[in-house]
T-cell receptor, first 109, second 114 residues
Framework: QKEVEQDPGPLSVPEGAIVSLNCTYS??????FMWYRQYSRKGPELLMY????GNKEDGRFTAQVDKSSKYISLFIRDSQPSDSATYLC?????????FGSGTRLLVRP | DTAVSQTPKYLVTQMGNDKSIKCEQN?????MYWYKQDSKKFLKIMFS???????INETVPNRFSPKSPDKAHLNLHINSLELGDSAVYFC?????????????FGPGTRLTVT
């Protein structure tokens, strides 16, 4: 079993939809939970990080962490075609990041 | 201004050759990393350096040797290239080890071994 599991998608939604992206994990020692966005043929870009459980909002993006369920989510409101990318969740472990395999998102105009 | 840069962007070479990838960051960060992303987009850490000192060395073949001449640079040398080394290699940096959760990635080097 991988430490971090993420549905690879692809997830196709119409413009304006609310998108929900999720990861599950097995290591209860993880403290920081990150979401990266990666456009095709580009490097990953940090969207946001959350420490421990709770919610964090940044514009159209909301990250949620439920440590009791070992489950994290990223919500994108009013999705735009420019949000089409691969979204990678990541978690810290002894000064290194453990990544999920990424979910490919396509927002149709 | 480019925060984390890598050269070359593309690298096509034959099996058995030796090649190097260079990485530079102008963020003033203390910690730098090398990652490998395979064809299924799975991103896995290979090495990390903090203030030129090797911190993380994952189960990577000895053919891969990182070198950090100073805090702003981390290079990756690969000997005797194999077909399985074909991947995209990303360099990243963070302010320090304790802030590993906030990493900035370079644009990647796409290595193809034929």
């Amino acid at each position: 079993q991988k430490e971090v599991e993420q549905d690879p998608g692809p997830l196709s939604v119409p413009e304006g939809a609310i998108v929900s992206l999720n990861c599950t994990y097995s290591n209860s020692a993880f403290q920081y939970f990150m979401w990266y966005r990666q456009y095709s043929r580009k490097g990953p870009e940090l969207l946001m990080y959350t420490y421990s459980s709770g919610n964090k909002e940044d514009g159209r993006f909301t990250a949620q962490v439920d440590k009791s369920s070992k489950y994290i989510s990223l919500f994108i409101r009013d999705s735009q075609p420019s949000d089409s990318a691969t979204y990678l969740c990541a978690m810290d472990s002894s000064y290194k990041l453990i990544f999920g395999s990424g979910t490919r998102l396509l927002v149709r105009p | 201004d480019t925060a984390v840069s890598q050269t070359p962007k593309y690298l096509v070479t034959q099996m058995g050759n030796d090649k190097s990838i260079k990485c530079e960051q102008n963020l003033g960060h203390d910690t730098m990393y090398w990652y490998k992303q395979d064809s299924k987009k799975f991103l896995k850490i290979m090495f990390s350096y903090n203030n030129k000192e090797l911190i993380i060395n994952e189960t990577v073949p000895n053919r891969f040797s990182p070198k950090s001449p100073d805090k702003a640079h981390l290079n990756l040398h690969i000997n005797s290239l194999e077909l399985g080394d074909s991947a995209v290699y990303f360099c990243a940096s963070s302010q320090d080890l304790a802030e590993a959760y906030e990493q900035y990635f370079g644009p990647g080097t796409r290595l193809t071994v034929t």
